[in-house]
């Protein structure tokens, strides 16, 4: 906890108005004031940078230990990075402290500043293009598909059919996609869109008749989400601690307000040409294939019309297991982790 210190000097001055800016999900800039006088004798700063306990975390679970920093003195700003694993959208405390160095190692320090709060950032582009090199690999060959399903319990289409307050009937509204995946993922708490599955059994060609979300699935013929007039977006890859991964795509048609949010933090996917959900044009028709290796969760941004598709129970079991709601990304696992933080 403590550095080695030969004793406390008023002599330096305590650093005053902390400035934090440039935060990014794995890096922040920061500076602050101190007396003239100290400019030229300081040689190093000491840094402690605190994750804020969350108040719904395990209180038996490691806490992490606060981190100093030991850094040779620098003009300011001072540019923090790779000196730790910060994790994206993540609030922490900082406090800075100034020093000089001893001839016999020890160091004169001045007292701590006051302690600053902020936020670090969602993934970048960048980070989510490594994401998608990292699904690309284990995405696996492609096979064809018609429709779009989602499944749900028998309420949820009641609901949707019969619509509320100002929103008409007959109409799955968009809402807000939930913290599960990545946690740097810039369309969790953010982007609004209805889910859907695509994925297919290899031997039938039929999406499954299991489901983890309920026994009614409401179908939709592939070229009603997915066509020419629609941009398509890589979100995030991840695992809840098991064998298979989830990719999820954002579809949005062409100029929508989706379309805009997506526009600036996704990676955009030739639909003709990627390894996860294409649609090209084959002999006159449109044709649609997904990846065979990973569960694709389609967000699509706009309202779907009930009657554009079909609705109806399915056959098989409900398995809650696979239900990816809210479902925290393994950080350990190698295949879908980048080294910015989890």
């Not at 016999?104 to 302690?115: A, I, K, N, P, Q």
């Amino acid at each position: 906890e403590a550095f080695p210190v030969a004793g406390r000097m008023e002599l330096l001055s305590t650093p005053h108005s902390i400035e934090i800016n440039n935060i990014t999900c794995d890096s922040f800039r920061i500076s602050w004031a101190m007396e003239d006088s100290d400019l030229e004798r300081v040689t190093h700063y000491f840094i402690d940078l605190n994750k804020k306990e969350n108040k719904n975390s395990n209180k038996f679970k490691h806490r992490d230990v606060p981190t100093k920093l030991v850094a040779k003195a620098v003009p300011l700003p001072m540019t923090v990075r790779g000196h730790w694993f910060l994790s994206p959208r993540t609030e922490y405390s900082v406090a800075v402290q100034t020093a000089v160095k001893q001839s016999d190692g020890e160091y004169l320090v001045s007292g701590w500043s006051e302690t600053v709060e902020f936020c670090t950032g969602d993934y970048a582009k960048e980070h989510l293009a490594q994401l998608q090199e990292k699904a690309e690999q284990i995405a696996g060959r492609m096979l064809r598909f018609s429709v779009f399903y989602r499944n749900h319990h028998k309420e949820y289409f009641q609901h949707a059919r019969y619509g509320r307050g100002t929103h008409c009937g007959n109409m799955l509204q968009p809402y807000l996609k939930d913290n599960s995946g990545s946690h740097g993922s810039p369309t969790s708490g953010m982007l609004h869109g209805v889910f859907f599955s695509c994925n297919t059994e290899f031997n039938t060609g039929q999406p499954p008749q299991d489901s983890p979300y309920g026994r009614w699935r409401f179908q939709i013929p592939a070229q009603r989400l997915f066509n020419p007039s629609t941009n398509l977006y890589f979100a995030d890859f991840y695992c809840m601690y098991t064998a298979y991964h989830y990719a999820i795509l954002v579809l949005a048609p062409k100029g929508s307000l989706g379309d805009r949010f997506c526009r600036d933090r996704l990676p955009l996917l030739d639909i003709a040409c990627n390894k996860f959900l294409t649609c090209s044009v084959e002999d006159g028709e449109l044709v649609f294939r997904h990846a065979q290796d990973v569960i694709l969760e389609i967000i699509y941004t706009e309202p779907v019309d009930l009657s554009l598709g079909t609705l109806g129970e399915i056959s098989g079991h409900q398995l809650m297991s696979l239900s990816t709601a809210d479902a925290k990304k393994d950080p350990s696992c190698k295949t879908c982790n980048i080294s910015v933080g989890r």
